[in-house]
């Protein structure tokens, strides 16, 4: 539980090497695979249970679902979250590795991995990658344009094995303490080199934060007061790029008047500039299939972005025969979204070339840089007031951080209740609002071109690294064991 320390909103990232370091040692004086596959479980649990309890808040507050029920469920996640930890401990201790050295890549490789296959089976749930724990301020964090948020959470359990090794009585030596230098200090020289370079001149943006109450936003009779919010903060701002919240007005596109978007779209063209806003699209031409879509409005012609990485029981439903009694426990509206293409191009307007992502996308780094390098700025719109004043919002802000770091872009947050932020190529928050405010924050952004090392090769050197050791380690078990018959 104390590792969720080294998260937004603490950002203590000294803290989870510290936790793992601890975890390991437990970990290293048992022989027995099912105590370790339980210590790494119990571990998940902790970080799951302190960590997600805004999932809670999601399911209940908002969700309408019984409070008992809403328990469990958070309860079956959470377990379900800890087995990879589980899973990743258990091996390492089957392996029965006696190389130190060789022990604590295992350690970093099998926990990577575990992350890894958390973040894609059954469409992923990456959050509290141990990874994020270090963005943007620990010196792991120059890794980022290089080996991703995985990468990070290698090095950091490899440091973890390393602080053990060094300070544990059986393996006390500064041999081990110089290689975790070496880390850190490759780290911070890593922090120093320049990626990416701008690309003309910043350009100014506004962001606009509704702080449309969650349960007043889908209400008939608040779709009027939703629209004057909106229609009000855009007019007052005089920026190139006008960003609004993840589907800020709760209509179809079709059933918009037309006349309020052609008011809100001259008033962009004034600014010499566009306006983006977030709209439920239908399809006809798909029978039923609708999106939830980003619309581009001004000087620029009319472009549009459909969110493809959907939320499971959030925006659609799996296994609809097996899970499609949901629907009537959630009290979600448009709760079965259709999935948008996964190669939609950057979107050219106020004179850049806009990577849109929508919510809980930008959780997805290996998906965010299907955009690039062709994109010159990232843009993220979210409706997080399903986080309450949990530390959920400022979770996602830290993700957020890490895609800048990783991208070497700036990254536009605009969300309905916060946190709505300017960050910049290096992960640093410029400019934020204060949360359930009703505000737009007015700044500027530059625009980069170039691409790091991450967008060129993704996750597959750091997967291709950990399955190396990996390999390694099966080949020295085997050996192992063919001695010993």
Known sequence: MLTVLGFAPFYLFPVP?????????????????????????????GLFSAGVTWIYVSL???????????????????????????????LLTKLRVTSPVLWASLA?????????LRGTLFTGFPWLALGYSQAPFSPLAGFAPVVGVYGISLLLIISAALLFLWFDKGFKQWRYGLPLLLIWCGGYGLQLIDWVKPQGEPVSVSLLQGNIPQ??????????????????LILESDSRLIVTPEISIPLFSDAMPQSYLSYLAAHAKQNNGD????????????????YNTM????????????????VPFGEYIPFKPLFGWVIQVLQIPLSDFSRGGLNQQPMAIAGQRMAINICYEDV????????????????????????GRSIGPQQHLQISQMRALETGRYMLRATNTGVTAIIDERGRVLDTIEIFTTAALHGSAQGFTGATPYVRTGNYPVLGLAVLLLSIGLLSAFRAAWKTR
């Open 215 to 232: 349960d007043m936003k889908w209400r008939p009779d608040h779709l009027e007061s939703t629209m004057e919010t909106y229609a009000k």
């Open 17 to 45: 090497v510290v936790t793992v370091a601890l975890l390991l040692a437990f970990c290293h004086k048992s022989q027995s695979a099912l105590k370790n596959a339980a210590l790494g479980f119990w571990f998940g649990m």
């Open 108 to 116: 970093a490789a099998l926990w990577m991995l575990s992350e890894w």
């Open 364 to 387: 997805f780094g290996e998906e965010i840089i299907y955009q690039l390098p062709q994109a010159t700025m990232l843009v993220n719109v979210s409706n997080d007031a399903w986080f």
């Open 295 to 310: 619309f581009s409005f001004g000087s620029s012609p009319q472009q549009s972005y459909r969110k493809h990485h959907l």
């Open 275 to 290: 306006v983006l806003i977030g709209l439920a699209e239908r399809d006809h031409s798909d029978g039923d299939a609708y």
């Open 60 to 90: 209940h507050d908002f969700g309408a679902m019984p409070m008992p029920v809403a328990v469990v469920a958070l309860i079956i996640l959470c377990a379900y979250l800890a087995l990879f930890p589980a899973l990743a401990f258990g």
